[in-house]
């Protein structure tokens, strides 16, 4: 009898899994709620207006369309009941399953004050994406016709809070939003003069990296005219803006802002308590499921949890056991591993421990500015600067899904590069606290 696999999730991981099972005697059900792989590393591009949605997105019934032993179904998933082994849609569809990969991934987390989530929107989705832009391009466009100078900066004033790679790169292209895209587009604010903040709660951004590397993304930030302040926490967010404690025992200050980006965060789906409690399993601090060395649940070797939904360590030998970092080359191979132990299992064999491959990490900070730290089979590899941007730039187009999204990407990035513009930048609707100031 073919055995039924279900993916619960099409990112990173889900997406790789089910490639991974292409050849194998299975009859495979993809669920997302989305209809669309997203490639979340170019997201902020979006919310920037530098690329369109679909140049990172594509159409999951496409994508698995030379796959015939994929099902795709459109559906939220709200429970697992393990012991029926079958999962349960929010429209009441109940699917069954042999064997379970969930890889539902992550969303913001605003550390227990859920209330600033309205004030200060995550980027995770399309739909964020769209928001962070609408407020973005708006509040020029509130500046433009507001008379008292206090509010006209208060509009003009962009926070970024969290100073990760997401972070960083939103940051950085915001600065050159207003520094090269829009100078010449309004008649009476400068955009030029907009003053664009990154806080971060730790001693440095980018605090993955090595850092020399860190020091130097915060130079080339500072060099694009973003103000970067460290050791600063976030105590409140509201319409207006935001107070924050600056280092040391001094009191709080308020930042007046009326749009502000949260890149502080992250926390598990949901899903991933609820399997929790069905199973047996724990749960970190974060919400992400304990996993075993396969990346099987606890008394469950039929389910497998990947992704940012995962607490997961790499079994390297000759190594200690480490934790798995929550990016994408790792839920990559989390899939192709969990793929490969359901091949292993119905074939009677031992499943093999997951092992995490680091090639190390990038970010990018404006045009012509990045940071690379690789680990190359050799040795490490660390350098900045131009060279780290193309080769983020080639790095990213690669990884992209699709001849045709490399290819609009490839012409999107080459257009902005000489032109300095951003196509990318219709809104609609207004929200009323900018059409009334």
């Known amino acids: ?261 949260w890149a502080a965060g992250v926390a598990a789906s949901a899903l991933g308590r609820q399997l929790a409690e069905a199973t047996g399993a724990s749960v970190d601090r974060a919400g992400r499921v304990v996993v075993e060395a396969d990346l099987s649940l606890p008394g469950h070797p039929e389910i497998s949890v990947i992704g940012d939904l995962a607490a997961a360590h790499s079994h390297l030998a000759g190594h200690a056991p480490r934790p798995v970092p929550g990016v994408s080359p790792a839920a990559k191979q989390m899939g192709r591993t969990a793929a490969s132990n359901i091949v292993r299992r119905m074939a009677g064999r031992p499943t093999e421990p997951f092992r995490y491959r680091d090639y190390g990490n990038l970010a990018t900070i404006g045009r012509n500015s990045a940071v690379v730290d690789l680990w190359m089979p050799w040795r490490r590899v660390q350098f900045s600067g131009r060279l780290a941007w193309l080769f983020w730039l080639f790095a990213h187009i690669y990884f992209l899904i699709g001849f045709r999204n490399r290819l609009v990407v490839l012409i999107d990035w080459a257009s902005a590069y000489w032109s300095s513009q951003r196509y990318a930048r219709v809104v609609t609707g207004i929200d009323p606290a900018l059409r009334d100031g």
């Not at 490639?19 to 209809?35: F, G, P």
């Not at 200060?120 to 008379?147: N, Q, S, W």
């Not at 903040?197 to 980018?206: D, F, K, S």
Request: aromatic share 6%.
């Open 1 to 261: 009898m073919t055995q039924r696999i279900v993916i619960i999730g099409c990112g990173f991981g889900g997406l790789e899994a089910a490639r991974a099972l292409r050849a194998a005697d299975v009859s495979i059900t993809l669920v997302d709620k989305t209809n669309h792989h997203l490639f979340q590393p170019l997201l902020y591009q979006v919310a920037t207006a530098g690329l369109s949605a679909p140049a990172i997105a594509a159409p999951v019934r496409h994508l698995f369309r030379a796959q015939p032993n994929v099902t795709t179904l459109l559906g939220d998933v709200v429970a697992v009941d393990a012991g029926a082994r079958a999962v349960r849609l929010r429209d009441g569809n109940v699917v069954p399953y042999d064997h379970l990969i969930v890889a539902a991934g992550a969303t913001h987390s605003y550390f227990g004050r859920d209330d600033w989530a309205p004030f200060a929107p995550g980027l995770k989705t399309l739909a964020d994406a769209f928001e962070i832009r609408r407020r973005v391009l708006l509040a020029f466009e509130a500046a433009e016709k507001e008379d008292d100078p206090r509010l006209r900066e208060a509009w003009l004033t962009f926070v970024v809070i969290g100073g990760g790679p997401t972070g960083v790169e939103m940051a950085g292209t915001l600065a050159e939003i207003a520094r090269h895209t829009l100078p010449g587009e309004f008649r009476r604010i400068d955009p030029a003069r907009a003053r664009i903040l990154l806080l971060e709660g730790g001693p440095r951004v980018l605090q993955a990296m090595p850092e020399a590397l860190s020091a130097s993304a915060r130079r080339q930030l500072e060099k694009l005219g973003v103000e970067v302040q460290v050791d600063t926490r976030v105590t409140g967010i509201d319409a207006g803006g935001l107070e924050v404690r600056p280092p040391g025992d001094g009191p709080a200050q308020r930042i007046a802002s009326r749009c502000v980006v």
